[in-house]
């Protein structure tokens, strides 16, 4: 059985234009597969030696995000009206509550906090955790972070501390089920601009949601 299937695992790669799986996925494959692998360790692709904020940078810019590292949350407000301008956007923003608290009186923008209403070209949430291995944004509902505000902008900027960059998908929802709060009624997975191909296969940008991505990482001198 395990020479016809690794026959059929070949052909697969072969057909996709991949090369000889390397000897330690097969191993970890045929323990997956006659069980003896530990199921609380799951199999994971192997990342670059590359701190994961920095490879979460070079996978997010690689699907048409932008990303903007700042030393402290009180630069939040200057960063989003310095952004808000060069964009030439106009009419009212939407902030989540969460980050009320920061001062917002020199930028100009006299923003809404809370829910958006639609009518908001620009709004900024805050992440729960990103994930390294594909550039994606976490993001869980609830009144301090509304959902609306991640889908109903055309440029959604989110803040994002250094320190909530794992590096897979698994760990954020191992972080999500230790958090002392209620689990979220929804949670956001978010990976760049909304985009689309159907039309001539050709990529499309905003076609259902924000047609811009922009992270401000927050990488204050006591993350490491």
Partial sequence: ???????????IRTGLGRGTLPRESREALDARLDGTLNPDKPLRPRLPDTPLAALFRERLEAIAGTLQTLHD???IPGAVATYHASRQVTGPIAVAPSLQELDWSAT???????RS???????????????????TLVLLSGPENPTTLNFLPDHHLVVLDAADVLS????????????????????NLITGPSRTADVEQTIQLGAHGPRSLHVLLINSPRVA
């Fill in 108 to 114: 100009g923008l006299e923003p809404r906090f809370g």
């Fill in 73 to 75: 949350e009180a630069y």
């Fill in 168 to 187: 897979h998908i698994e760990d954020a929802w191992a972080r999500i089920r230790t958090r002392d709060a209620d689990w979220p009624r929804t949670v």
């Fill in 117 to 135: 209403h639609g009518e908001e070209l620009l709004c900024v949430s805050r992440a729960f955790c990103a994930i390294a291995e594909t550039g």
């Fill in 1 to 11: 059985m395990s020479a016809a299937r690794d026959k059929i695992l070949a052909r």
